[in-house]
Structure formats: C-alpha cells, structure tokens
C-alpha cells in the first residue's frame, strides 16, 4: 500500500485516514519525546563513546520510535500516550542524572591520574560518587583512593580488568594477537602476587597499550589523539585520558623531569625506572586499553545512534 508519507524519522502518517487533531498532537507529542530521549543518551553518552556498550534496553528504547505508527494507534489509546511521555520524562532525568554523577567522579578521580571506569554496572555510579565526597576531607585521601580502585578491578578475580580485554575482541580495528597477550596479563594477575605481577605484566601492557593506540588511529601520533579528542563533547573524561595517555604514560622525557616517573613507558621500557610495579599503575593500564577501546570518531558515533 503506497499511500504513506514519511514524516522524518517519527514514524508513517495514512493520507487516508483523518485523526483528530488533538489525537495526532498528542501522539507527535509522545513521540517526540523518545525522540528526546534518544538525542539525551546521545548527547551525554557519545563523549565516552558507549552508545551502542552502554545498555541494550537504553538502544530498544531508542528504537522504539521507527516500530510506532500514528495510524495505528487506537483513539481510546491516545490519552494513555501522555503517561508513556511522563514514563520517558522520568527515565531522560535520571539518564541526566547519571551522566552528571559520571563527571563529576571523572574530576574527582582525574586528580589522582584515573580515569572513570566504563565497565562499572550504572547502579554503582552514584555510590561511588557518595565514597569520593566522603573523603574528601581525609588526609589519606589518595591512598582511599588507590585502595578503592584496588578493590573495584580486583574483586572476583579482576573481572572488570577481564571484561574491558573481553570487549577488545568486538573491536576490528584491534589485531586479535593483542587481545591473546592481555588475556595471559590477565591471568599472570590472577595467580600470581600483586607486585611479582605488576613487575611483570605492566611493560607488556604498555607495548600494547602502543599498539592499540595505532591500531585505532592509524599512528601513535598525540596532535590526531587531540583532535579527535576535541570533537568529543564530554571534556572532563577525555582530557583526562589524553593527559594520562600522552602526558604521563608517552610523556617526552629528554628535556625535563617526568610527571610521575613510574608510569613512563621510556623510564620503565629502558630501564631508568625499576620502581614502577605498583598495582595501580597495572589498573590505570587498564583504564587507558578501555579508553582507547571507546574511542570513535564522528560518523561511527551517528552511526551507532542510528542503528
């Protein structure tokens, strides 16, 4: 049947078939609110590149104005489409929410040269959040810190360190060998003392965390990082993974002291630095591959919204 005009992407309207027009309003109204949701998890998710990781029931969500046609949608129903909107309202403020407390926990682990863990379920964020404020006032505050971290990657046998390299193999852009090579760091972690481990595996996660980095960009070259960094719209994750990516971990060393020597891969890799097996600098290796993971230029951003 050809008589269906398409009205953008909200859905199919029947030339043939009149509605009333408080019915088509309201109708557009509740649409045009997922519509809003879908631009909200965009808007705030697409900085760490997460649209399609996030959450599967946030992409149905989406989805759902491209099944929904006005046509189809019964006059005794039309009232009920107001609530589904007050449904959606609520579900877009507490995605705000989040992404708030997201950056708010960015800034906060930022000053201790971390990055946000991406693999956190959502739930988790907003008692994080309550943790970091709470020491806020502690003079051991970096040690709480580093304690936390500790405890967040190492609990069940370090899964969420598991999980990010699990995640590389969605990557394609990513050779496969790598993923091998961090699934023995992985199990080096596993089975093995916490400074036998950081000694060992942290110079192989910084070779790959170097490969990785080409793999994504095409070259390990900190100007093409920057510039994709800066068409990324969440500043308070991204330039602090730039600044833990080039500015510590790839610092350039010849001209002065390096910022925090034992996470600098020409100290540790040619052996100007024997102090650097600190477990938590193993964890801030691992944060960095997760970065990288999530990276995305522009288009693969609006592709994934779109899809």
């Not at 088509?24 to 399609?52: D, H, L, R, W």
């Not at 609530?83 to 507490?94: L, M, P, S, V």
């Not at 091998?180 to 400074?195: F, M, N, P």
């Amino acid at each position: 049947m050809k008589s269906y005009v398409e009205n953008s992407k909200l859905g199919l309207i029947s030339n043939n078939i009149n509605l009333p027009t408080m019915a088509i309003s309201q109708a557009f109204e509740a649409i045009n609110t997922m519509k809003a949701v879908s631009q909200t998890i965009f808007n705030y998710t697409a900085p760490f590149s997460t649209v399609g990781k996030l959450s599967s029931p946030l992409n149905q969500i989406c989805k759902l104005d491209h099944y929904i046609r006005i046509t189809q949608i019964p006059n005794l129903y039309i009232p009920q489409i107001s609530r589904i909107a007050e449904t959606i309202n609520g579900f877009q403020d507490n995605i705000k929410r989040l992404c708030k407390n997201m950056d708010e926990i960015c800034s906060i682990l930022a000053e201790y040269n971390y990055l946000l863990p991406l693999t956190l379920p959502l739930n988790i964020y907003s008692d994080l959040l309550e943790y970091l404020n709470n020491t806020q006032e502690s003079k051991n505050r970096e040690k709480e810190i580093d304690k936390l971290l500790l405890k967040l990657f190492s609990h069940k046998k370090w899964e969420m360190a598991s999980e990010i390299v699990s995640k590389l193999k969605d990557n394609n852009k990513i050779n496969p060998k790598r993923i091998v090579i961090l699934e023995d760091c992985i199990k080096v972690l596993k089975y093995t003392s916490r400074r036998t481990a950081a000694n060992t595996i942290l110079p192989v996660l910084i070779t790959q965390i170097e490969g990785i980095w080409v793999d994504i960009l095409g070259a390990k070259d900190k100007n093409k990082l920057k510039n994709i960094i800066e068409d990324m719209k969440n500043n308070k994750y991204v330039n602090p993974a730039r600044e833990l990516l080039a500015d510590i971990l790839f610092q350039h060393t010849k001209t002065k002291l390096p910022v925090k020597p034992d996470f600098c891969r020409n100290k540790i890799l040619h052996g100007e630095e024997v102090e650097y097996g600190s477990i938590n600098n193993v964890i801030r290796a691992f944060l960095i591959i997760e970065f990288l993971d999530f990276i995305k230029i522009d288009d693969e951003l609006k592709e994934n919204v779109s899809n």
